[in-house]
């Protein structure tokens, strides 16, 4: 997701170092970008006994907040950027409606080559869409940098490692007790005897980058904070969730939450709340009304989406007395995806700067 092209309403805030650092919205309301990662890390640090024991006692709470109520709602934070916005759907018109259309003939002929096909295809777009996220917020508090061929490599390597190491050990390994789907989505690559290699490399380029950072301080007084907690925050959240934790919930929390919040976030900050408010329908309500708004349409269509699932397809944790034919799988499940699909993909558009005309 190139967030770094993003065009929004920003504005900065000077903290006590020689630098504007580059906040969306505020030092206190980026909060919500920048602090979700550390808080869950934190949290699977200290209680990471309590947590298997609150899974199997409340696995359908955990299902309902986490799957339902985070996962499932920041999806529909797009449309409050596309569909929603009335410059968007001006400007982006054919494309918003031939994105679904795609994507919906893309699925059926992908759960036609069978279903274990399709749900790794839509594993590795979901990984896809995650990692670019982190670098697009990158890109996006370091929109205020001097643009340097060096700068921009160590940060694109750093915020890649960041994520593909982890993914990398997943499916070296072949012992993680969670999956992003389904059983067996991804295939397994390598073997046991590259990890050694690919840790070395790992730690060599966060310790490049902590050079980096020091270098910049000690020649210009350059400390980009919100950037560099991105990158701290994207390192911990992947390692702790995926390489040093080896548990369904932790790496549930970790992944959900820390991609999860600071999306509808950074929506909410950019289109609807701020100088964005007088362009959006939700931004003429008064503050406290187009957050209660905004946050009740994306639990409400969470809500719906995930109830159809379960009743048309899982059936785990709802009644599974009307689960689907499986003849009929092969248009309901690309259906019930498009939303999700449909974000994955959308997100590649809708955050790029306008052309100049």
């Not at 759907?89 to 003939?105: G, T, Y």
């Not at 697009?136 to 960041?162: H, P």
């Not at 008064?286 to 048309?312: D, F, H, I, R």
């Amino acid at each position: 997701m190139p967030l770094h092209q993003v065009q929004p309403a920003l504005h900065a805030a000077t903290n006590t170092a020689a630098v504007t650092q580059p906040w969306v919205a505020s030092a206190r309301k980026d909060l919500w970008l920048l602090l979700p990662p550390f808080v869950v890390v934190a949290i699977a640090l200290l209680f990471n006994s309590q947590l298997a024991a609150l899974e199997m006692r409340y696995a359908w709470w955990t299902w309902l907040i986490l799957i339902v109520m985070i996962d499932v709602a920041h999806v529909y934070a797009s449309i409050f950027r596309s569909y929603l916005l009335p410059q968007a759907w001006a400007r982006q018109r054919r494309l918003l409606l031939a994105i679904p259309l795609l994507c919906l003939l893309a699925s059926v002929l992908l759960y036609q080559a069978g279903s274990a096909v399709f749900w790794s295809v839509l594993a590795y777009v979901a990984v896809f869409h995650f990692i670019r996220q982190q670098w697009g917020l990158l890109r996006l508090y370091a929109r205020f940098e001097t643009k340097t061929r060096l700068g921009t490599a160590i940060d694109a390597v750093a915020i890649y490692s960041a994520t593909l190491y982890p993914m990398l050990y997943w499916m070296i390994s072949a012992d993680r007790q969670f999956v992003w789907f389904v059983d067996n989505e991804f295939v397994r690559v390598f073997s046991l005897a590259v990890l050694p290699v690919l840790t070395v490399a790992y730690l060599a380029i966060m310790a490049v980058y902590l050079a980096w950072v020091m270098w910049q301080w000690l020649t210009g007084r350059i400390f980009n904070l919100p950037k560099n907690l991105i990158v701290l925050g994207t390192y911990v959240s992947w390692y702790v969730g995926i390489v040093y934790f080896n548990h369904p919930l932790i790496f549930t929390l970790l992944n959900v939450v820390s991609h999860g919040v600071p999306y509808m976030a950074l929506v909410y900050f950019t289109d609807i709340s701020g100088k964005a408010r007088e362009f959006t329908l939700l931004g003429k309500l008064c503050s406290w009304q187009g957050l209660v708004v905004y946050v009740a349409v994306l639990l409400g269509l969470a809500v719906l989406e995930e109830t159809l699932w379960e009743l048309a397809v899982w059936g785990e944790h709802l009644s599974d007395e009307f689960l689907l034919d499986t003849h009929w799988l092969w248009l309901a499940v690309p259906l019930l995806a498009l939303p999700q699909l449909t974000h994955y993909v959308l997100d590649g558009f809708i955050w790029r700067r306008p052309k100049k005309s």
